[in-house]
């Protein structure tokens, strides 16, 4: 059971839990929409995927 983070934008990014998935929404986060996310708020992000 992964964790999923659902962009604004539409991207969905998945990882096997926080630790894989925290670093790659950063990155996606910045890459893409030039934003700086703190832990806290990527992980108010995240579902668990079922
Ligand atoms: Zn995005």
């Known amino acids: 059971m992964g964790k999923l983070v659902r962009c604004t934008c539409g991207v969905e990014l998945r990882g ?28 108010d992000m995240m579902e668990v995927e079922q």
Do not use: F, G, T
Request: hydrophobic letters at 30%; glycine letters at 0%.
């Open 16 to 43: 096997r839990d926080e630790a894989d998935l925290l670093p790659r929404v950063r990155q996606h986060a910045k890459e893409a929409h030039d934003l700086e996310l703190s832990d806290d708020q990527i992980r």
